[in-house]
């Protein structure tokens, strides 16, 4: 498995310079394009790890399924999808075009910006500060304590340049697909997007949506399925259906240059990072990764 | 005169039943769903009245006709319209669907609320306070200072309900269609929106839009033939074409239920209020008065 | 008049090379890139002719504006606009998107393709080769026998190829939009854009249009005020509010690149060929040559 | 396991008087508005019934899963996704804005009428009836010649009124995404809705899906993977994502009501039949049904 491990990322690292690290957000700017890191927990436990794996990374969109899972715990399988929809779209990630064409005005999905600002929204606490810090405890406990912190730069560089979220949350409030105070529901989106780990967090993070239900910690079996779908089916911005295709895995991807893969079938959860995207905001070289990966290891679970 | 007007407004009273005040803004929902009203001053320069002319209701859109003026007089044809294009466009007066959907990411015009915004941020001052002065000289220049007030209470409600054009704000900031602070062109904008007068002013304005340059106040021949020609091609939301058709003067409505209506080859400038809506946010019984109007004095321009 | 003319075409012929000639129906490709002509009818029934004047060329869209006067006169305004709408779009002229998102299922204009075909759908006639005699004869009437012909090779040529308006032909009668044989309607429009005459036969066409309803032949007041209506709101494709702001008379294009413009206030007829084109279908040397004539002799009508 | 069946039919044959029958093929219109049926082959290859199984009814949409198999046998991987994009959509399956609004030019994926449309075209063949040969022996190899027929009824009905499909056909060949004649692209894409089977016969196509690529007849694994991935991601409309939380396995409808599901984990495959769809397509007592079953089998694949 490491020598796999080092032969993919070995082969893939020269896709790195088709890519472009993510510019929109000043900090991410800055992320290193060439890097390339890889760790995979098997069904074992066992944790290998190849490339750059010292990097640390915010989660970006990553953050979006364990926003759901929580939204999900507090607020049940209704109170969450009378507000959002089920559906995968073709747009990308950023579009507000559905939002005015679409009679039900609700966004179409929690894996798209839309859908995940409203799922954010229905986090439960008294207070921002209170709100994240439940969703930050929730991936602390899932992904272990040392290997998630919080990076007030990304925070703090999100919430300057964030104009597309924040029309997006204006947008939602009009419509009625989202109440409170619009500042307060993107400060807590940014705060989560900013949430940090590293590949051995991701991959710790993915194997836990890979095992069954009472694993540790215990989440509960509809939580888990749901997580699962809607990563498959909507995990990878407007080339989900592509991915499902060439990889066949439940993934998500984020901005930062992060994959989070999960095998259930092999209990296996894979983390993948670098920082050079597609157009489509994906990893370039990850998803490279992933497919080669799963064609070796026989993961899709078709 | 006297006659046909009281005749018309007569006619068409009833009309009122079948429209909607704009509830969208609270403010707004309080005005008097019945009331019809009308001014028109003829070549001759001689007013006349008709119905309720006693009430006084906001600008709302029609402040886009003078915001436009004055950032031309700022920046200059191209400056204006480099930023904002020049084509009518189908889609409601709040889409911001083409923003997404068309290549040059530059609003459609300056008549829809996405234009409008873009045109206001263009007016020059080192304030809101000192930009919004300069517009509320200009527009009172132009009617006559007994007849032009700022509706505080409309300007607050506007404030606090602005969802949709804080969204358009925001999403015009990260398509670097305006730059600047996103509030302060929307307080900006809210501001001018919220420029109070009644039938009188509404057809001084209206009027002075049918001279020519050298009538007083003096206005750059250029400026007012851009004017003439935006309200005739987008004036009226996206029953333009329609009104084109069945009045075929250059007009500019607000969801006050104000109308300005300029008639160039008669020198004549007409205001009609009449609070009550059609479902493309204009006003039901305004629209029928000025094409009864239109067909009795043979207005239309072709 | 004359040594303002040929100034004007000197100036914008270079302009023809940054054009490029309509590709899409293979006749249309075989026009003369480089050539420009003009021809003017004064107020007085004068003709002036500058620049390449001998070419004859197919009206494709021009035809349009009087498809829609003889289906006026055949159905009346409701029969013709409780189909079709009246407003302007920033869409493209061969664009279908309208037709699904609007709710109405109506094309928006007569002066989109869309709009067109379901206008040419309303001329009376008991067999296509009855309802084209009836068009080619009206038009026939207005610019006189011996300017217009029929081009079979550009007809078949359309035929062969127009898969773009066969395709809004059959979603057309899918929403209820037309009723009838879509081929034998699409072999109406095809034959009406074969239509073909020189710059005098255009010029006559649009000095008609710039007369009364009196004038020979006479037209009804109703017909003629709407078609000059639609070429100023609709009649340049989607550059027509520019083509307001910038020339300000009502004109109508082709792809072949001619413009018929028309000048009420001046009883002026103007027609301009020249094939190369804008990226939006207008023919580039001939705006231009529109735009500075307007400005020379003040034809805007605002 | 029947006892099970006989329940969930019981408890869901309500449900079809809230669905209606499709209307805009006629020969559909007559279908059994209250009919349900269901054929379930387990692991072991033992089949079971429940409901109206006697029916008769054609494959429409279920269709497109083979025709895709059979196009990617013919052209491969490359062959196809050159063309066909591998995407979900939350538009319409009769959509057609995507086409026109996406830079692609490409149709989204093969389960959406316009992807459909295009995969058939590459069925390869000298004429029409040879490529509908081909693909008819392709599925009686796969259900049992005796399960499956082809209704001359409904083909003729789908031809004399398939006006949004030839929209479809004629755009696509405008945008180079199919060659060739269009009415006999068509005609082939008609036929091969047309095709007729009962549950048993889609149960049995549903269970071959289930099995690996060795069992009878064989498949290509990887054509075998992609079918289920499809079906997985776009095979409900613009119900997909709903479908895949409910219910969680690979399932393709069609408007005759018919639901084909395979469950691979199990390999099982399942055949429902009830004529009365949702207003996305989607048989309403249908979807019902699987979740219901897939709720007390644990069929999710997640």
């Known amino acids: 498995m490491q020598a796999t491990l080092e032969a993919i990322i070995a082969q893939n690292r020269a896709l790195t310079a088709q890519g472009r690290v993510a510019t929109y957000i000043p900090e991410l700017a800055m992320s290193d394009a060439d890097a390339i890191g890889i760790c995979l927990i098997d069904g074992e436990g066992k944790t290998y790890l190849a490339g750059d794996t010292d990097i640390r990374f915010t989660l970006q969109s990553v953050s979006k399924v364990f926003a759901l899972m929580l939204a999900l715990e507090d607020q049940g399988f209704d109170g969450v999808f009378d507000r959002i929809g089920m559906e995968p779209t073709g747009d990308a990630f950023n579009s507000i075009v559905k939002l005015e064409t679409f009679s039900s005005l609700r966004p179409l999905n929690p894996m798209i910006n839309a859908g995940a600002i409203a799922t954010t929204a229905l986090i439960k606490g008294n207070s921002v500060a209170e709100r994240f810090e439940r969703l930050y405890s929730y991936i602390k406990a899932i992904a272990g304590n040392e290997r998630i912190r919080f990076n007030e730069r990304v925070y703090k560089s999100e919430k300057a340049t964030g104009d597309r979220n924040r029309a997006i949350g204006y947008f939602l409030r009009d419509v009625g697909a989202i109440d409170g105070d619009v500042e307060e529901v993107l400060d807590l989106y940014f705060r989560q997007c900013s949430i940090e780990t590293d590949v051995v967090g991701l991959a710790t993070l993915a194997r836990r949506l890979a095992l069954g ?90």
Chains 1, 2, 3, 4 share one sequence.
């Open 213 to 302: 239900p009472d694993a540790e910690p215990q989440l509960s079996p509809e939580v888990l399925r749901i997580a699962r779908t809607f990563m498959y089916t909507c995990g990878m911005y407007n080339a989900t259906g592509e991915f499902a295709v060439k990889v066949g895995i439940p993934a998500k991807s984020g901005v930062s240059g992060a994959i989070m893969a999960t095998a259930p079938r092999q209990q296996m959860g894979i983390g993948v990072i670098a920082p050079a995207l597609d157009e489509k905001g994906n990893s370039i070289a990850g998803v490279q990764v992933l497919a080669d990966l799963s064609r070796r290891l026989h993961l899709s679970i078709f």
